[in-house]
T-cell receptor, first 115, second 113 residues
Framework: NAGVTQTPKFRVLKTGQSMTLLCAQD?????MYWYRQDPGMGLRLIHY???????AKGEVPDGYNVSRLKKQNFLLGLESAAPSQTSVYFC??????????????FGPGTRLTVT | QQQVKQSPQSLIVQKGGISIINCAYE??????FPWYQQFPGKGPALLIA?????SEKKEGRFTISFNKSAKQFSLHIMDSQPGDSATYFC????????????FGTGTRLKVLA
């Protein structure tokens, strides 16, 4: 099993450009999450999904959109990149027994720089 | 109410020493407290986790101590090794609710050989 994979690993964007980050998991997990990690601020939740076709806002959703068309994939989009979106982005997934979610498994991250 | 406060921001320990990282929370609805370890260039990985029905959980050299009345929990790394040098994050969540973690700001640990 590959676990959680993220594409691309690195990207440099100019202000105003758009891009999509892809997260894929092969563990058949229901829940998926997108975080951003900035120095001194820990991991902050951007958006999350509790199942195929459903998404919800996290702590810092502005400037991002997401889609979960397939259970194994969770896409994060930046429509018009801004320098404030320079960060390391992590995707995570977790399984559930119905009403209880368990350990979150993280991908290796995408380092995004917006100039 | 949703914050998890983590200290210290950085920590330097001699090989063989004890590393202690502390976290505090406000929301009494939190019922799942994991600790994650992150090496440079990698994603965080679960190290150990505790639920509030126990006051301590030990896995090898890693121990979580939990004080429900004080709303605090801490990670103790016994016999710290250079290979433990990493960033450690505490987190809190409502396991049967929103499924979202609130992370602390992280502690960068360096263990000197």
């Amino acid at each position: 099993n590959a676990g959680v994979t993220q594409t691309p690993k690195f990207r440099v964007l100019k202000t105003g450009q758009s891009m999509t980050l892809l997260c894929a998991q092969d563990m058949n997990h229901e829940y998926m999450y997108w975080y951003r990690q900035d120095p001194g601020m820990g991991l902050r939740l951007i958006h999350y999904s509790v199942g195929e076709g459903t998404t919800a806002k996290g702590e810092v959703p502005d400037g991002y959109n997401v889609s979960r068309l397939k259970k194994q994939n969770f896409l994060l989009g930046l429509e018009s990149a801004a320098p404030s979106q320079t960060s390391v982005y992590f995707c995570a997934s977790s399984y559930t027994t119905g009403t209880v979610a368990y350990e979150q498994y993280f991908g290796p991250g995408t380092r995004l720089t917006v100039t | 109410q949703q914050q998890v406060k983590q200290s210290p921001q950085s920590l330097i320990v001699q090989k063989g020493g004890i590393s202690i990282i502390n976290c505090a929370y406000e929301n009494t609805a939190f019922d799942y407290f994991p600790w994650y370890q992150q090496f440079p260039g990698k994603g965080p990985a679960l190290l150990i986790a505790i639920r509030p029905d126990v006051s301590e959980k030990k896995e090898g050299r890693f121990t979580i101590s939990f004080n429900k009345s004080a709303k605090q929990f801490s990670l103790h790394i016994m016999d710290s090794q250079p290979g433990d040098s990493a960033t450690y994050f505490c987190a809190a969540s409502i396991a049967s609710g929103t499924y979202k973690y609130i992370f602390g700001t992280g502690t960068r640990l360096k263990v000197l050989a």
